[in-house]
């Protein structure tokens, strides 16, 4: 954009605000057409992709953190495994105890 004297438009411009509100981003579209209406222009067309690329930075930074949340309230790798681990442990100790218990009936 800059090699080309193209002007980024300020996020409250207009034409960036009607991009915006084309429909959801999230969803996957097999055509161009929701975008076709920007895409002869080069001003239009580089303003379209540089909305498109901080759509995806914002999504990227709200999946990190639901990530880190899930990572700080269900913990780790290593925190579930000595978990199960543990339940493991305790399920076979209360089996033994159970059987000998058993035993002397």
Known sequence: MRQENIRIWDKKDPRILSMRQLGPFYKTYKTYETHKS?????????????????????????????????????????????KKELIFAIRKRNDVIINLWWKTL
């Open 38 to 82: 920007y895409l002869f222009h080069p001003e239009t067309f580089a303003n379209l992709m540089l909305n498109l690329c901080f759509k995806q930075g914002y999504f990227l930074d709200k999946l990190f953190q639901a990530l880190k949340e899930k990572f700080i309230r269900e913990g780790g790798f290593w925190k579930i495994f000595s």
